[in-house]
């Protein structure tokens, strides 16, 4: 049987913990960068800079993005890049899930105005993001991680930005190598904004590896 590639850098907490604040400067960057009212001269002047810090970075580069050293829950906990948990990826809120002992995968988060999509209203394909890894980690939960099969949302009513929305989701049915999962995004007030339900396989070719 093939392994799942893992062959990748491992960071200890500290080393992680430095990546970290590099990424959460970047996500300012990126906010900044959407939302400055500078004038063009001066966008210009910043753009060699960053070009330039961007250039030090790059000066040693890996493959892959690195992996937490310590495993610390299902496997892709130590994703440390993953799009939507990852503290290195500056792509990522990032969102911090927790996985309770009855299986419900929960997080509380905040998007600001680079996850835009409709005018003040989060980008659905943003959200869909979000509930694919939630419910993917409510699914890995049960023992049986594995990959979208299907992800079906109902947006019931717009997503607010820049105000604390809770995700939650459980799997609800393991039948062999394939889970069901279910979940949502709720804002304040407690009312649901976006509704999925999933379908998560473990490709046959991993069952008998580790992961
Ligand atoms: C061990 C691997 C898992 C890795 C994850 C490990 C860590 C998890 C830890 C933490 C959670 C993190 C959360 C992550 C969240 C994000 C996840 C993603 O974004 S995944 C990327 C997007 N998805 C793809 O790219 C899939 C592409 N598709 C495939 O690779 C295959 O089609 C796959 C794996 C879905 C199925 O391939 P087959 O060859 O293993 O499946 P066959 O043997 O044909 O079917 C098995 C059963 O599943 C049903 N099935 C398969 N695909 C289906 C579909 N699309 N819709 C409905 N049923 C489907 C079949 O009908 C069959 O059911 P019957 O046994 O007959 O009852």
Same mark, same amino acid.
């Given at each position: 049987?093939?392994?799942?590639?893992? *062959?990748?850098?491992?960071?200890?907490? /500290?080393? &992680? +913990?430095?990546? $970290?604040? #590099?990424? %959460?400067?970047? =996500? @300012?960057?990126?906010?900044?960068?959407?939302?400055?009212?500078?004038?063009?001269? *001066?966008?210009?002047?910043?753009?060699? /800079?960053? &070009? +330039?810090?961007? $250039?030090? #970075?790059? %000066?040693?580069? =890996? @493959?892959?993005?690195?992996?937490?050293?310590?495993?610390?829950?299902?496997?892709?906990?130590?994703?440390?890049?993953?799009?939507?948990?990852?503290?290195?990826?500056?792509?990522?809120?990032?969102?911090?899930? @927790?996985?309770?002992?009855?299986?419900?995968?929960?997080?509380?988060?905040?998007?600001?105005?680079?996850?835009?999509?409709?005018?003040?209203?989060?980008?659905?394909?943003?959200?869909?993001?979000?509930?694919?890894?939630?419910?993917?980690?409510?699914?890995?939960?049960?023992?049986?991680?594995?990959?979208?099969?299907?992800?079906?949302?109902?947006?019931?009513?717009?997503?607010?930005?820049?105000?604390?929305?809770?995700?939650?989701?459980?799997?609800?049915?393991?039948?062999?190598?394939?889970?069901?999962?279910?979940?949502?995004?709720?804002?304040?007030?407690?009312?649901?904004?976006?509704?999925?339900?999933?379908?998560?396989?473990?490709?046959?070719?991993?069952?008998?590896?580790?992961?």
């Amino acid at each position: 049987m093939n392994a799942m590639p893992d *062959e990748r850098p491992r960071l200890d907490a /500290e080393e &992680a +913990a430095t990546l $970290a604040g #590099l990424a %959460a400067r970047v =996500r @300012e960057l990126t906010e900044a960068a959407v939302l400055t009212g500078v004038d063009a001269a *001066e966008a210009a002047a910043v753009a060699d /800079e960053v &070009a +330039a810090l961007t $250039a030090r #970075l790059g %000066a040693e580069r =890996r @493959e892959f993005p690195p992996f937490a050293a310590s495993p610390d829950g299902v496997r892709m906990d130590r994703q440390l890049a993953n799009p939507v948990t990852g503290p290195l990826n500056p792509l990522a809120p990032p969102i911090e899930l @927790e996985v309770t002992s009855d299986g419900i995968v929960r997080g509380e988060f905040t998007l600001g105005p680079v996850y835009e999509g409709p005018p003040s209203y989060v980008h659905g394909g943003v959200s869909a993001m979000v509930l694919d890894q939630v419910l993917g980690m409510a699914a890995a939960a049960t023992g049986t991680p594995g990959m979208t099969a299907t992800l079906e949302l109902r947006y019931r009513r717009p997503t607010p930005l820049g105000v604390p929305l809770l995700a939650e989701a459980k799997a609800s049915r393991v039948e062999g190598r394939k889970v069901f999962a279910s979940g949502t995004i709720a804002a304040p007030d407690g009312r649901v904004t976006v509704e999925a339900t999933a379908l998560f396989v473990m490709p046959q070719r991993f069952v008998t590896s580790q992961y």
